[in-house]
């Protein structure tokens, strides 16, 4: 079946009243407003997504284990007890792990020991589109890498060029190793890649992403180009890490410590 790419995996079933987030300074917040209803933004230049983690805010294992699982399940990841072959979009690592190029001479013992969310970047510079040979992965206008599942041939060259660990292989039947199924996201197959796609079907809804909405404040989202939106508040303000500066990928997933 043919099928653009912009509408892969697309989902219609939003719509419950009430359900809807509003746009406030170019964050998604609160609820009621439908300014950004069923708005498509992939071929916008005006907006660049972007995502902030106040690590700070992280402090109990609830804290993450929330996140993690309302990504997961909303997503039908499946949970494979392989931790050497397991598929995650999100999940928790050390900082040493996180941000092992970091200076971390005069960083304090604490941030050294704190856990942190990790995900894709989205990567204003991604190598994993590059080095497609089917353009399964491939990067919008408003900045999300995508990951097209159903054109994936396996073949892991985009595992390879990630250096975030961000992509993960179906060695297993993921089918298999659903505790549940969320209708509506499709299920995938063996022997394809797959990671986050910072939830655009929800940004085209004008929904925020699962694991912001989860979070219950602990992590912002917005347009970067808009100079008054809230997460270029928030960078603003505090001190930001982000991983592996060094590449010249540009990652659009920022850490306050």
Request: with cysteine; proline share 6%; charged share 25%.
């Amino acid at each position: 079946m043919s099928m653009k790419r912009r509408d892969f995996l697309k989902i219609t079933s939003y719509g419950i009243a009430g359900t809807f987030l509003s746009l406030t300074g170019g964050v998604i917040v609160g609820r009621g407003s439908e300014l950004l209803k069923k708005m498509d933004t992939s071929s916008s230049e005006k907006v660049k997504w972007a995502m902030v983690i106040n690590t700070r805010a992280f402090q109990t294992e609830e804290d993450f284990n929330s996140v993690i699982l309302a990504c997961h399940r909303a997503h039908n990841v499946p949970d494979i007890p392989d931790k050497i072959r397991e598929v995650k979009w999100i999940w928790k690592d050390t900082f040493v792990r996180g941000f092992p190029t970091a200076e971390t001479k005069y960083i304090g013992d604490e941030i050294k020991k704190r856990p942190f969310l990790l995900l894709c970047n989205h990567c204003d510079n991604p190598p994993c589109v590059r080095v497609c040979p089917v353009k399964a992965t491939f990067k919008r206008k408003d900045g999300i890498v995508m990951q097209d599942m159903h054109r994936c041939i396996g073949c892991k060259f985009c595992m390879a060029a990630c250096p975030y660990g961000a992509r993960n292989y179906n060695f297993y039947p993921p089918r298999e190793y659903l505790r549940s199924v969320n209708p509506e996201f499709p299920t995938r197959s063996l022997g394809v890649v797959e990671k986050c796609i910072f939830c655009y079907h929800r940004l085209d809804e004008g929904l925020v992403p699962y694991c912001v909405e989860a979070s219950k404040g602990k992590i912002f989202f917005g347009n970067l180009l808009d100079e008054n939106s809230e997460v270029r508040k928030v960078i603003a303000e505090n001190i930001i890490l982000v991983r592996k500066p060094e590449l010249g990928t540009n990652p659009k997933v920022f850490y306050i410590i």
